[in-house]
């Protein structure tokens, strides 16, 4: 039985003062949301702060990004193990608008998969197609590039710290979502890659989120289909009401 994970991926928006309101205007609404795995991801400068407000809820701290090695001479960079200390169990790796604007490949991608999963943290590892590669057909052999890059090296054991996050980048901030088909048929692929590149067992324990405009008024529907366990959620988790009212798709 997979637990369901609602993921809220900040941005770069939220001050400190701002992250805190949020939080703590959450905290209430979600406190009896159970069987499900709630996440918060802020800017790192508000990590502490936000973790701070966040101690005894039933609320994961997430980091948006982290470095591959855990110390050293990276200008601007933020290791696992400093993500660890600042309170976060997840981060985020590889999204799309890591790949699209900050050069993140594949490689690096998975160099950050392997250095954050030693450290102990859990990692929503990030995947999707352009409009342009789905137009030309190329969304499963994008998606399987993406997956078998990502996670080499990665053992059976470690891949219990995985979730998928399935995000078509033509439906990230665009309020164009995958159809429940779309997503289903996307996410029922990429269990069979895990199942190929591992087992029939860690394919059917890994958690696979949809992201891409996911709102209040749709979240049921991607929730209904058999190989969606969550959403990554951008635009709607900056407001607490809409958020929250993700997190209990199931009432
Ligand atoms: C995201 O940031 O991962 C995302 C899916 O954004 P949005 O929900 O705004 O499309």
């Known amino acids: 039985m997979r637990k369901p994970v609602i993921a809220g991926n900040w941005k770069l928006y939220k001050t400190t003062s701002e992250a805190l309101e949020l939080v703590n205007e959450l ?26 407000a966040l101690k005894g809820t039933n609320i994961n701290l997430a980091a948006q990004d982290c470095f591959w090695d855990e110390q050293g001479a990276y200008t601007g960079e933020v290791s696992s193990t400093m993500l660890l200390d600042a309170g976060c169990s997840h981060v985020i ?13 594949d490689e690096t991608v998975n160099k950050k998969n392997k250095a ?69 048929e996307a996410h029922k692929f990429i269990r069979g890659v895990v199942a190929k590149l591992y087992d029939s067992e860690s394919a059917e324990n890994i958690r696979i989120l949809y992201g891409g405009s996911v709102k209040p008024e749709n979240v049921k529907g991607l929730m209904a289909q058999k190989d969606i366990d969550g959403a990554l959620v951008g635009g709607a988790s900056l407001k607490a009401d809409s958020f929250a009212h993700i997190v209990r798709f199931s009432e």
């Open 93 to 105: 790796i590889g999204h799309s608008e890591r790949r699209q604007f900050f050069g993140e490949t």
């Open 116 to 184: 954050a999963l030693r450290a102990g943290l859990t990692i929503l590892f990030c995947i999707g197609e352009t409009l342009h590669e789905r137009e030309e057909n190329q969304t499963f052999t994008v998606l399987e590039r993406q997956i078998t890059d990502g996670i080499t090296g990665i053992t059976k054991d470690e891949l219990k710290n995985v979730i998928i996050a399935y995000e078509p980048v033509w439906a990230i901030g665009t309020g164009k979502t995958a159809t429940d088909d779309q997503a289903q």
């Open 27 to 52: 905290i209430p609404l979600v406190k009896n949301a159970s069987g499900v795995e709630i996440v918060v991801a802020p800017v790192f400068t508000v990590l502490s702060t936000v973790n701070t």
